[in-house]
């Protein structure tokens, strides 16, 4: 005996809840019979358009954070995230349908939920309502009657209020952040040789500010390059980078090679709360000898894409992230050649890994990007690889990137 076939459109119709399914562009791709019922729209009138232009608030709430409000940000939360959230009750007016211009009080629960694909990006978001004027029995500006249902709607709307404050700080916190961290990263410019350097925000505010890069001129013709990731987000984050970077660039001036100037940063992060499981890749390159010297902290590896397209990942020297030993021990350095044309690129996580997604996987999309575009200035392949290698939606980890042309 077979399982009977289900028929998931017909349960999705069928389901007493109201659920649209919302394109990232927040437009209308599908709604179950519930949705329309209390839309009072047929789905061919709602497919392809932009929500808010289909559901507008009432005018007269304009100036109040009304439902287009709380609902744009719910809904960009998700995007952001890629977690599922729900609104405290809220108000959001209805357009009469037989009256233009005229709207009516109305009240809902609502839950948006992200629907990812295999590469662990929103390509819908599940949009549930549920209307519950009818318990509300209000009179005046959203005052109920009942005075159970007043507590509970003062609860909810305190709720809702502290979420909005929240996402608010959180803005906030990001915009400082990202100031601090633009005045703790040296400046985008060639350092000797010809360079481009990129750092690249995360979409969410919470996940800012722990990458970086450095570029140092060094006598005898070298020049010392590193990128690091703490662990962490924020303004936290940003101080510790700082404080790391700024070591690590003195470090790379005053010792023999890269594993020295890892061993001096390690010592020092384990006197700077918040460093642990830093991860840090740093390269010394000899124009003259053309060789490139590395050392990794637990980083993912460096690239080197040959004048062929053929891509070369500088994985030798492998070692744990910073403390994540007990005890200090000294960090191994690998050396390999290069032939005049190459290209070094060092980047941070950001960039190739994806949720619920083997990190070889995206380091192969990083080897094809690399392997297409040999020829490539070091501008002009920065700027490709974050086009080609973070999502369109945005990366939900903030991205640095160094493009050398050796």
Not at 316 to 334: E, F, I, K, V, Y
Not at 337 to 363: C, K, P, Q, W
Not at 368 to 379: K, Q, V
Request: one cysteine or more.
């Amino acid at each position: 005996m077979t399982d009977p076939e289900i028929d998931y459109r017909a349960v999705y119709n069928r389901l007493p809840a109201g659920i649209a399914l919302l394109t990232p562009e927040l437009c209308y791709a599908d709604a179950n019979e519930a949705y329309l019922l209390l839309a009072g729209r047929p789905l061919r009138d709602l497919v392809g358009k932009y929500i808010f232009d289909a559901f507008p608030d009432s005018p007269q709430r304009a100036h109040t954070v009304n439902g287009p409000t709380t609902l744009g940000a719910s809904l960009r939360h998700v995007l952001d995230t890629r977690e599922r959230d729900s609104l405290a009750l809220q108000r959001y007016d209805v357009e009469r349908p037989d009256r233009p211009g005229t709207y009516e009080e109305r009240y809902w629960s609502t839950i948006n939920t992200p629907i990812l694909d295999s590469a662990g990006e929103v390509v819908l978001i599940a949009h549930r309502v549920e209307e519950v004027t009818a318990f509300m029995q209000t009179k005046g500006e959203g005052a109920p009657n009942n005075r159970l249902q007043a507590e509970v709607y003062m609860r909810a709307r305190e709720l809702q209020e502290i979420n909005e404050r929240m996402r608010a700080a959180h803005a906030r916190e990001r915009e400082v952040a990202l100031t601090l961290q633009s005045a703790l990263l040296p400046a985008p410019r060639p350092v000797g040789h010809r360079a481009a350097v990129r750092y690249q925000p995360a979409v969410s505010a919470l996940n800012v500010c722990g990458d970086w890069y450095d570029l140092v001129d060094l006598p005898d013709d070298r020049t010392a390059v590193a990128v690091g990731d703490v662990v962490g987000h924020g303004l936290t984050a940003a101080c510790v980078m700082g404080q790391l970077r700024s070591a690590l660039s003195a470090a790379s001036r005053v010792t023999d090679g890269p594993a020295d100037a890892l061993n001096v940063l390690g010592l020092y992060a384990r006197s700077v709360e918040g460093a642990e499981s830093t991860t840090v890749v740093k390269a010394f390159i000899d124009w003259s000898g053309r060789t490139i010297t590395y050392s990794n902290a637990g980083h993912p590896p460096a690239a080197l894409l040959h004048p062929d397209g053929t891509v070369e990942f500088l994985d030798q020297a492998t070692d744990p992230p910073l403390g994540a030993r007990p005890h200090h021990q000294s960090r191994p350095q690998a050396s390999v050649g290069f032939t005049a044309g190459s290209t070094l690129v060092l980047y941070t996580d950001g960039l190739i890994e994806r949720r619920r997604e083997d990190i070889d996987v995206g380091l192969a999309r990083l080897a094809s990007t690399l392997s297409r575009n040999p020829r490539s200035d070091p501008d002009t392949l920065a700027d490709t690889l974050l086009a080609e290698l973070i999502p369109p939606t945005g990366a939900t980890d903030d991205t640095a990137l160094v493009v050398l042309r050796l």
